[in-house]
């Protein structure tokens, strides 16, 4: 699980702000400040690399277009998982759409297509550590969505309830309440596993 | 992260010119301007085309109502008190308040409801309170009223969008407030027009535009608010 520290976003609210009132050079702090963090949250979230570099450009560029709309103050990084959180939903939207064009491509080939390629480890407990983390990720994306993105926001972005129910649109109480099932559903792929065979 | 990645964004928004936030605020007064004008065009161009004269040259026919007198602190009460209402709902609408993602769901549920409601009351309640035209007028179903409304709202509503421009989180709700307020705006014109309060015209001529707007903001807000992939 990843390591979540608030560093940098301060920063990129400031940046943001400076950005906004026209210095074009704070476009790269607030790059610089926000990117990583978006980028994982969009590898979580598509599971395929270049598209999520496109998404997080999208996001960006989404950003840089209404900077003049950015209000002192706020803070940016829930702005960009909003933003971000949409343009996934519309892209996969689309991909379906394409899918269905094109039905000779079986629906569910992005799923193969996201999946990482099976390591190759000699240890058996990292080859146990792998098998769980695939299953954890199988467990993550077989949760609902509403759930997924609950979980994603808290657990993998650092996100406190109220700003995750802001970027879900919805109230802290069915955030924790989404996260929290997410987290038992989750709990019970490790309490399986540890089951002798 | 790959320096190519930083470089090409920064080289895709570089490209791209985006207002400062002193180009939005000029742009916004000026959107806020051209609402100001298509909806008071539209009620000059809508009250001239229901004018005796011009009713009379198409063929039409005036019913005696259309000139009922009010007092005119009924007509100040009224307006005065929607024009309060009015500016309410723009500004739910139009501000964000302190947040980049807008305001709570549960806000904007809430002023969707209290916005035709408040409305809806204080037409009634001025209408009592003057002790005037609550009576029935059956000539007049209210679908005059219902036309002038929808024809002065659609500017209101296209600028309001416009100045709005996004909204990632909740796109066709934000949608249908801002219809609700072009709605508002719409009412004052329809409420200096038409002298009648008797409550099933006001539900069919003042009232469903309201409902009409929101439902269009609704669908434009879903279409033109919510950040699209390319």
Redesign the interface.
Same mark, same amino acid.
């Given at each position: 699980m990843a390591v979540i520290t608030n560093e940098g976003l301060d920063g990129a609210d400031a940046a943001m702000e400076r950005y906004a009132r026209g210095d074009a050079a704070a476009f790269g702090d607030v790059y610089d400040a926000i990117a990583p963090r978006l980028l994982v949250f969009l590898r979580r979230a598509t599971r395929d690399a270049s598209a999520s570099e496109d998404l997080m450009q999208q996001t960006l560029l989404h950003m840089h277009r209404a900077r003049g709309s950015f209000i002192p103050g706020a803070p940016v990084m829930p702005w960009a998982c909003a933003i971000a959180r949409r343009l996934v939903t519309d892209s996969a939207r689309r991909r379906r759409v394409e899918q269905r064009l094109f039905s000779e491509i079986p629906a569910d080939d992005d799923r193969m297509m996201y999946a990482p390629a099976a390591a190759t480890a000699a240890a058996d407990d990292l080859l146990h550590a792998h098998r769980l983390a695939g299953r954890i990720q199988q467990r993550i994306d077989a949760l609902p969505e509403l759930q997924r993105n609950a979980y994603q926001l808290i657990r993998h972005e650092g996100l406190s309830l109220k700003r995750a129910a802001e970027v879900l649109g919805t109230t802290v109480s069915a955030v924790k309440l989404r996260a929290h099932r997410a987290s038992v559903a989750l709990r019970a792929v490790l309490r399986d596993a540890e089951k002798p065979a | +992260?790959s320096e190519e990645?930083?470089a090409?964004?920064?080289a895709? #928004?570089?490209a791209?010119t985006?207002?400062?936030?002193?180009?939005?605020?000029r @742009?916004n007064l000026l959107i806020g301007f051209v609402a100001a004008a298509s909806g008071l065009g539209a009620f000059v161009i809508f009250t001239a085309l229901m004018s005796e004269g011009h009713l009379l040259r198409l063929g039409g026919q005036v019913s005696p109502d259309q000139y009922l007198e009010r007092p005119v602190g009924l007509v100040a009460t009224s307006v005065g008190g929607a024009l309060v209402i009015a500016a309410t709902a723009a500004w739910l609408a139009l501000r964000?308040g @302190? %947040? +980049?993602?807008g305001r709570?769901?549960?806000r904007l549920l809430w002023g969707a409801a209290l916005m035709p409601i408040s409305l809806l009351a204080w037409k009634v309640g001025c209408s009592i309170a003057f002790g005037a035209s609550m009576v029935a007028w059956p000539e007049r179903p209210g679908e005059r009223c219902l036309a002038l409304s929808l024809f002065v709202a659609a500017g209101p509503l296209l600028s309001f969008l416009a100045i709005r @421009? %996004?909204a990632?989180?909740?796109p066709a709700l934000n949608g249908a407030v801002i219809g609700f307020a072009a709605g508002a705006f719409a009412w004052i014109a329809a409420d200096l027009w038409c002298p009648i309060a008797y409550v099933p015209h006001v539900l069919l001529g003042h009232l469903l535009p309201l409902g009409v707007l929101a439902g269009a903001g609704a669908l434009l807000g879903r279409a033109l608010l #919510?950040?699209?992939?390319?």
């Open positions: - | +992260m990645l930083r090409r964004v920064l895709a #928004a570089a791209e985006s207002p400062t936030r002193a180009d939005v605020r @742009r964000r @302190r %947040s +980049m993602l709570s769901r549960g @421009r %996004s990632p989180v909740q #919510a950040p699209r992939s390319k």
